[in-house]
């Protein structure tokens, strides 16, 4: 499988975040050829190599044996709110057209009375019919949690899930006895000798990077024995090349119950691929396609890493992580 992949001629590119939008990373990576289409090779700099191969794996899956049989043409998708103004936020959600919205709160507690605010502009830009969930990414102790989540509910007029407000197996645990919003765990953060992700949470979400793609994602899914939601990857930004693998998981599982969390494309500068194909919410969905979109190469060049170093480091790790394969 990997001589049939172009691995020495893979774009390197970074998109940047749009302006004011905290907390948000760029996109960079790189755009790997197999030969039925495109993936993309975007893990986190600081991830282990053992972690970075799992992303390998999810980018050359698609373009190499392909995605299984979808069962559904289309997903409903929140649209994500970084740590922006109330008014910013309000604005974004009306503008999305999305049912959903998750929402990033900071967790300080210098922070509260904004993050509380920015939850309250969106229930009112959503109306009482919307779904809105915490992103919090292990910011919090089991106290704090404890003591923060009824607070945030009451502000966001009822939060569906809070995500991984804990960092550890027990925490979430431990937390989980003390709320009665429910907690969503990201399935790929658990280490090999946790306990099954429905002893510590409510929702399982997946994301097809960091759990090495879409097959071994449904797997995860079949054995946790939770419901769950399809997500971008936690702490990694993706193009619409890497976001059409979680479309692709999102369109096989036999049930989505919750909005998917894939709209996070709205939160870069540009995209890799032409404006027609960029992965962006209409009325609140998004398409599930047998295969990733293609790189425009005029987005290709525009977005192109020129820094020589980095581009240098990217090289070196695909180097490293194919050697895992």
Known sequence: MKALIDFDGAPVFAIPARDGYRGVNACEGMLIEGPQGWGEFCPPPASSDLVAARWLTSAIEGGTVGWPDPVRGRVAVSVPVPAVSPDDAGTMVGRSGCRAAD????????????????????????????????SVERLWDVDTAAGV??????????????????????????????IDVRVAVEVASLGPDRPPASQVA???????GPL????????????????????????????????????????????????????????????????GRALLPVEGYLPVSPMAPGPDPDRVAEFSLDDAERVAWWRGRLRAVRELL
Do not use: K, W, Y
């Open 103 to 134: 929402v990033r709160v900071t967790g300080g507690a210098d922070a509260l009375a904004e993050d509380l605010a920015r939850l309250e502009a969106v229930r009112a830009a959503l109306g009482p019919a919307g779904s809105i969930r915490c």
């Open 149 to 178: 989540i009824p607070v945030m509910n009451s502000a966001a007029g009822g939060l569906e899930f809070v995500q991984q407000p804990c960092a550890t197996a027990a925490e979430l645990a431990a937390l989980r006895r003390r």
């Open 202 to 208: 409510d929702i399982a979400v997946l994301a097809v």
């Open 212 to 275: 090495g793609g879409v097959r071994r994602a449904l797997r995860f899914a079949e054995h946790e024995g939770l419901p769950c939601i399809v997500s971008a990857a936690p702490g990694a930004a993706e193009s619409s090349i890497g976001l059409a693998g979680g479309l692709a998981l999102a369109g096989v599982l036999p049930d989505v119950p919750f909005a998917c969390g894939l709209g996070t494309a709205t939160l870069l500068a540009g995209d890799v691929v032409s404006a």
